[in-house]
């Protein structure tokens, strides 16, 4: 199935719109398209980064606690998608690349980099989430290295 005919690429694109045009505040929208059962995962540990953002969040519960706080610790300058690739059966794999920009609240720096963000979706739920992104800006940003 290609990314065009691809309902997840669909839903998808519709809410990283969303997610651009309200600067982040439709955290509920992105929640909506997950499982109650989600694998979110992000490139920080935390070990590295001591923050909510950081680690395996396995359940919708967690994963808005995630949103909750990166809306606390950050404000969204941009956040562009700029191409989905789906893969799979029934296009259930679907990668969304781009670029996004955040200042960090506490710190005043701003970090912007690229975006990869790994979904999987079964039965119309996105079941695993996997985010990727400068880290190692991330952490300077917040005092950690």
């Known amino acids: 199935m290609s990314a ?19 600067k982040g505040g439709c955290a509920d929208e992105i929640l909506a398209l997950f499982d109650d059962r989600i694998e979110m995962r992000s490139v920080l540990t935390p070990e590295d980064v001591p923050s909510q953002l950081a680690g395996v969040h396995r359940t919708r519960a967690e994963a808005a606690e995630y949103f909750a706080a990166l809306a ?10 700029d191409q989905f690739i789906a893969d799979g059966e029934y296009g259930e794999d679907v990668v969304a690349i781009g670029w996004c920009a955040w200042r960090h609240r506490a710190s005043g720096t701003v970090v912007e980099t690229p975006k990869v963000d790994i979904w999987r979706f079964e039965f119309g739920k996105a ?4 985010e990727m992104f400068d880290s190692l800006a991330f952490a300077r940003a917040v005092g950690a290295v």
């Open 72 to 81: 606390l610790e950050w404000e969204m300058v941009d956040y562009v998608i």
């Open 4 to 22: 065009r005919d691809n309902p997840h690429v669909a839903a998808l694109r519709e809410a990283y719109r969303r997610w651009r045009d309200t």
């Open 127 to 130: 079941t695993r989430f996997t």
